[in-house]
């Protein structure tokens, strides 16, 4: 089975930075597109960013463009978030999610991501 385990959450007061990670196992098949979500309390769950592992070009949502960026280990099978300029609306359970099958761009950021890791929390006061 895939498993995704995401690190790195913690408390940050705003305007600070965070650097997330997400290690993957038990791939049979590369996978082809990676991403991070987000949800805080009451709120549906959206997309922050996105990465095809073929060639790195990356997708950020346009409430963290600019501030986040998304990249990948190959090496290490690793993805990372590097969030700076935090603000307290980016307080949220963020996820790492990760597809085998390639997504157009439109779709990188739709939820329906097969595979899933548990969450690791950001709060930004």
């Known amino acids: 089975d895939v498993q995704l385990v995401e690190s790195g959450g913690g408390s940050v007061q705003a305007g600070g930075s965070l650097r997330l990670s997400c290690v993957a196992s038990?791939?049979?098949?590369?996978?082809?597109?990676l991403a991070w979500f987000r949800q805080a309390p009451g709120k549906e769950r959206e997309g922050v960013a996105a990465?095809?592992?073929?060639?790195?070009?990356?997708y950020y949502a346009d409430s963290v463009k600019g501030r986040f960026t998304i990249s990948k280990d190959n090496a290490m099978n690793t993805l990372y978030l590097q969030m700076d300029s935090l603000k307290l609306e980016d307080s949220a359970m963020y996820y790492c999610?990760?597809?085998?099958?390639?997504?157009?761009?439109?779709?990188?950021?739709?939820?329906?991501?097969?595979?899933w890791g548990q969450g690791t929390q950001v709060t930004v006061s």
């Open positions: 990465i095809y592992t073929e060639d790195h070009s990356t």
């Open positions: 999610a990760a597809d085998s099958k390639w997504r157009g761009w439109n779709d990188l950021l739709k939820q329906d991501y097969p595979h």
């Open positions: 038990g791939y049979k098949d590369r996978s082809n597109c």
